[in-house]
């Protein structure tokens, strides 16, 4: 046989297998090269992705989303302004020249903004404007970083480990450090955490994204050191792995936290917020967090749908109520209404769990008690995609629909309830 021929006799084997590995993998099968990884629907806090975002975890300066909404809200409550100038202490001011870490340079005898902080904090990833701004809102660092931890605590947030503003290590604070701090320590928090961080930021203060969109520009121009400052987020416009609708949110990178990006993209009306922590292919990939966030961000966008429901459609687990003293035994019951529904592609949506909660003001012994009226709300129905188990960030209420009568049942005639009690009686 020519070599031509037997090329022609394995060209169909080799496309078969071609066909198999280039198959996309299951939505149940996707997983992200990360210690953990996470994403959301912004809006309503669904879990659209959970790898290990339950676990505490290094998150370096992906804390400054944290130090920015402390920072948003200080200036929504008028305790400053983004015109307030902002004393460099020495200990910012010294911060700001260590070799090695992501800063700008910050002078004692120059004056800069709350606005001018912000944004060096956000897109160079400042540390010691992060510290400046910590110190001008609670008077020194250690007391901002009990701000966070209550913040934290009233998201209902009680596994993360907080202990500087910046994202640093405890070592960089020398005589600032926080009480009880080794010089090893360093902020902690899990993925889901994170996301519950993020989505409070964009939500209470979406014009943060003005700021964590913006990929270049003049830190301090007013200042005796002005200074070019370029975006860490490489899924911005005009970066290397630039992503149409990113426009935030943080980096953050530290020897124990590895590389992370807490990241966040609206398409088609829809934003979604991702984590990613310790990208474990950084080694070989400079840029892993990008490329693992941009797979977790099309996975979420292109995975996960809302269906409407009609409920009225659906099969009940319990179709009928026995009635008390009424003319017929019995009354079917059916449901009211739409409900949505996230689904994910590979998700049966005719697969429901259906929890029937009674209104026990109007039920006797799980029975309705005659006259019943046609349509008659008699309680509500909680319904949800039965092999979905990511649930919310923070639980809303579940869908429900009303659980209405489909007919009436009037009350029987006086002789004949007398009747059947006195035969109840002698039975």
């Known amino acids: 046989m020519s070599i031509k021929k037997k090329i022609l006799a394995l060209l169909p084997i080799v496309l078969a297998f071609s066909f198999i590995f280039a198959t996309p993998a299951h939505a149940d099968d996707f997983s992200v090269e990360a210690n953990a990884g996470y994403a959301i629907d912004a809006e309503s806090g669904k879990i659209l992705f959970n790898q290990n975002g339950d676990t505490p975890l290094g998150i370096a ?31 910012a001011a010294n911060l700001s020249t260590v070799a090695g870490l992501s800063n700008v340079p910050l002078n004692t005898t120059d004056t800069y903004t709350v606005k001018d902080l912000f944004d060096g904090m956000l897109i160079e990833s400042g540390n010691a404007c992060a510290v400046a701004l910590a110190e001008l809102i609670s008077g020194n660092e250690p007391q901002f970083v009990n701000q966070m931890r209550e913040r934290l605590t009233t998201w209902g947030i009680t596994d993360a480990k907080i202990v500087t503003a910046s ?81 935030g949110l943080k980096t953050g990178t530290t020897d124990l936290a590895g590389a992370c990006f807490a990241g966040t993209i609206t398409r088609d009306g829809r934003r979604v917020i991702t984590v990613i922590l310790n990208a474990t292919n950084e080694e070989n990939d400079s840029s892993a967090r990008f490329v693992e966030t941009a797979k977790l961000m099309n996975y979420a966008l292109d995975n996960w749908r809302i269906e409407t429901i009609d409920t009225s459609q659906m099969s009940l687990p319990e179709n009928s109520l026995n009635v008390i003293d009424g003319k017929a035994k019995e009354v079917n019951l059916t449901l009211s209404g739409q409900v949505q529904l996230w689904v994910r592609n590979d998700m049966d949506i005719n697969d ?70 006195i035969l109840a009686f002698f039975k």
Do not use: C
């Not at 300066?61 to 302004?81: F, M, P, R, W």
């Not at 995609?385 to 919310?392: E, N």
């Open 61 to 91: 300066s992906v804390t400054k989303i944290l130090s920015a909404y402390l920072v948003l809200e200080a200036v929504k409550n008028n305790q400053i302004t983004w015109e307030t100038p902002v004393p460099i202490s020495t200990y």
């Open 167 to 247: 994202g640093l290590p405890v070592s960089f604070s020398g005589d600032n450090r926080y009480p009880g701090t080794a010089d090893d320590d360093e902020n902690l928090m899990s993925a889901r955490d994170v996301a519950i961080v993020a989505q409070k930021l964009v939500t209470d203060y979406p014009e943060v994204l003005q700021t964590t969109s913006i990929t270049e520009m003049t830190f301090g121009a007013n200042t005796s050191t002005p200074t070019a400052i370029e975006t860490w987020n490489e899924l911005l416009p005009g970066q290397d792995h630039y992503m149409e609708g990113v426009d």
């Open 352 to 421: 429901l769990t259906i929890n029937m909660n009674y209104d026990n003001e109007k039920l006797t012994n799980q029975s309705l008690t005659a006259p019943v009226s046609k349509d008659e709300t008699i309680g509500t129905a909680e319904i949800s995609l039965a092999q979905d188990t990511l649930g919310y960030l923070v639980e809303p209420e579940t869908p429900t629909a009303e659980i209405l009568t489909t007919q009436a049942v009037a009350k029987e005639n006086i002789f004949i309830l007398t009747w059947n009690k």
